[in-house]
């Protein structure tokens, strides 16, 4: 059986680093309570001339050089994003040119749970032999789509961009294999009024900016992540001992917190960025995943449980050997 087997990632963060107190000078807000309901300290905002292939493009290059691969030996890159440059063509085309790679290149949209869309879509390419070594990126400017006078919703999100590489590798077809052992996806559109941006190409004309019922979301996050996560454990038959590191999206410290805890988790093996990120949306879990195997917790051999949920609702969970 085929496996799409991790080879190596990397990421990328926009200098610009903006603490909690920064927010304090516009916003009837405080430093104590974003740390205490959201877990956030900082986030990094791209400079006004750095779109999301810029930063997509710097973890693609970090992720070749982790991998010891040239951008020519990529031969199809699936980017996920809610914040692509234009409209059309897609992000995925721009990194595709600035790092040389054939095959062909495209976005996916599934807002916080893009890298899991796109890594589930990936791996069914590599098993059905339409490519034989994808870049999974996701990258995200969410700092262009926030509304600056809403205390709710600006001081969360963040902007960066992470990249994963999976190769076409022959598996035995069990638990012990290296590469993607199952993906679990889910969407409910009846909850799109939950979180969603308040424009587009075809509604208004403009770009809008993100709205969100942020408790009712979370309602939603705890039952739904730990639900897709013991889903995913159960499809490849290995069970929450045998997971070495959640890599989750990183929204909320509290969310983070309740779904490892519902699924038997240990909080010493569940990766968490949110304090350095604030929700980068479907750079996420990439950057996290990157962050942990260059400070040496993910090795070879590794189960990694990654699971995520955004606007839509969508939402879903991957189990992936290094
Ligand atoms: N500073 C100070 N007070 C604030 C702030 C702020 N930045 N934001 C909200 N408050 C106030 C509220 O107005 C409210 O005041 P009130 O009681 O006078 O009405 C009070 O704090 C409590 O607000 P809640 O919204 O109930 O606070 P909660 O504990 O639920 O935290 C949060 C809000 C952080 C948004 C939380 O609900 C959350 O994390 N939700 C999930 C977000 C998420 O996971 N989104 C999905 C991914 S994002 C994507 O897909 C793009």
Redesign the pocket.
Known sequence: ILRAVPVGCGHYLPERVVSNAEFEAT????DE??RA??GIERRHFAADDQKTSDLAIEAARAALNDAGLQGSDIDAIVLATATPDQTFPSTATRVQHAIGAGGFAFDMQA??AGFIYALANADAMIKAGQAKRIMVIGAETFSRILDWTD??TC??FGDGAGAVILEAREGDGTSADAGILSTDLHSDGKYNHL?YVDGGVSSTGTIGV?R?Q??E??KH?VGKLSAAGNTAMEKAGVSPDDVSYVVPHQ??LR?ISAVANKMSLPIDRIVVTVQDHG?T?AASIPMAMSVARADGRIKSGDLILMEA???GLAWGAALMRW
Do not use: E, K, Q, Y
């Open positions: 916003l009837d807000t405080t309570w974003i309901r959201t807002v916080c205390r709710g001081v969360l979180l993100l969100m942020g408790p979301v979370f996050a929204a909320n969310i929700n949306s949920i955004g606007g």
